[in-house]
């Protein structure tokens, strides 16, 4: 059972209001030829619309296979994952994923890149240059609207990425350690530009780290994985408004959360 | 103890331009030093090994000659509806067998037995079928490359990262639009190269179908120069045969570049 720590969520639970994406007991094995390996054992989460959670976890404990699962990208060994009430049975353009790995298409532009998503859906080409600009200045890579992806640096091709992601209006958008590749300062911009896009869209984000500052920062709530196999231990809820500055991290509260969770991912 | 990174032995390292064609005329005076040295010190015979200057003579004679073009005419001719064959059936079958298992079941194992069939092998049932006109070398070619290239361009499909397929799926791609728009530009720079591989496989085939079943083209004008012992000629005949497969893999390499711009080692 995992253990719950209950702060007051800035979301306010109604009984009455479905959870927006609901996981239950999901489990999956991979076979391999000679062997089975449990990568995700027994998950439960629900999410509400519009919350913002994330999951820390050691590598290898399976954050992946899990967010792969909510994107319909893999099929759950057991239980299920429903989204809008309705179970996932494949990936949709309404799950978008930014990966841990650098997914640009070498072959297409960053302006092209991000529209690829948009054009899958014929919206006219007017309207997908405007967002596609909005993406580029966000992303701060105007400049660069015309280059193929070799010539980005990793972190300027993982900026593209989640323009890609963004451009495409998800209700749900999953991100896979997204800014692992970033310096501090971009990252920091990064995270900003991801609570605007949260406040002012009403995406329901699940975001994957390493770093746990960043974890609590951009989250309401906080889930901490274990390996072996992988399972959750523990939630916490992140007790500041979602309207937040960097100044938070000097709070009291949030260094205290954030000694207990690396507290429990030392052991 | 540090190892300095100058020099022109480091591995992987560019070197200037001009170590490199040094070092390519090298090779090439190398092998003309060699041969001089057979041919007019009389190490050889001249009736086995002509001397540079009497090739050289008899390249210039012979490109004057209208009969020479007209051979070069037809082997291009058979050449290139060979290789246009086996690349219109060739291509869309390996695009299968790397892109659904089942299609590879269905073509690769058959085309991995009869690729081990030589197709040199082929050549008396081709005469016993077709006689010795056109479609005879056609066949030859089309025999010799076609297998391979169902097998190498299922193998440019299988390269294309997981990843980037995953990305489009959650980007809102339909399974054929995945093919149309991920997998088929993904491949076209190693395609590019498979194709220009397999064309260098066409020459030596034409050359064999020429030596044995044909009354024209480069190959027969070989096998002419044999029976009169004019090795001059054989030679002359190599060489151009050499220079045509040259320009025609030079051809291949600068429209990689030039229309894959993004690929790596584009320009
Ligand atoms: N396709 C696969 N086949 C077999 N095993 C797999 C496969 N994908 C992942 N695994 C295994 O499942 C486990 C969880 O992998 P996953 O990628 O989900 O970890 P993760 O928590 O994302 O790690 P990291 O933080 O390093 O990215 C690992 O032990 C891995 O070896
Ligand atoms: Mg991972």
Known sequence: ?267 | MDRPMGGILQIRKEVDRSWYISGALFSFFAILFIWGLLSYGEVVSHVFLPTPAVVIREFFKQIMDPILWSNIGISVYRITMGFLLAAAIGIPLGILAGTFKLAEAVIQPLTEFVRYMPATAFIPLIMVWTGIGELAKIMVIFIGTFFQMVLMVADDIRTVPQDLLSASYTLGATRSQVITRVLLPAIMPNLMDTLRMMIGWAWTYLVVAELVASNNGLGYMILKAQRFLKTDVIFVGILVIGILGLVTDRLFYAANRRFFPWAEGGS
Not at chain 1, 92 to 108: C, D, H, I, K
Not at chain 1, 153 to 174: D, F, H, T, Y
Not at chain 1, 211 to 233: C, H, N, T, W
């Open chain 1, 1 to 267: 059972m995992a253990l719950v720590l209950s702060y007051d969520s800035p979301v306010k639970r109604n009984a009455y209001v479905p959870p927006k994406i609901i996981i239950r007991e999901v489990s999956k094995v991979y076979k391999t030829k000679d062997k089975e390996f449990m990568a995700v054992e027994g998950v439960s989460m629900e999410i509400m619309e519009n919350e913002f959670v994330s999951v820390v976890g050691p590598s290898g404990c399976g954050k992946s296979t899990l967010l792969r699962m909510i994107a319909g990208l893999e099929e759950t060994t057991e239980g299920k994952i429903w989204v809008d009430g309705k179970e996932v049975r494949g990936p949709s353009a309404e799950r978008g994923m930014v990966f841990q790995s650098y997914t640009l298409f070498p072959w297409l532009t960053v302006a092209d890149n991000i529209a690829f998503g948009l054009k899958l859906k014929g919206i006219p080409a007017a309207k997908i240059k405007e967002i596609v600009d909005k993406y580029l200045q966000l992303i701060d890579l105007a400049n660069f609207a015309y280059s193929y992806p070799r010539e980005l640096s990793g972190g300027m091709k993982q900026r593209v990425a989640i323009a890609r992601a963004l451009a495409n209006s998800p209700s749900v958008l999953l991100m896979d350690e997204p800014f692992g590749a970033l310096d501090m300062q971009t990252k920091a911009s990064m995270q900003e530009m991801l609570l605007d896009i949260w406040r002012k869209e009403r995406t329901t984000i699940i975001f994957i780290t390493h770093d746990i500052e960043e974890a609590i920062f951009l989250a309401q709530r906080v889930y901490v994985m274990k390996g072996r196999p992988g399972s959750i231990q523990a939630i916490f809820e992140v007790p500041f408004p979602a309207q937040r500055s960097g100044d938070v991290k000097d709070v009291e509260s949030f260094i205290l959360l954030k000694k207990k969770i690396t507290a429990m991912l030392k052991n």
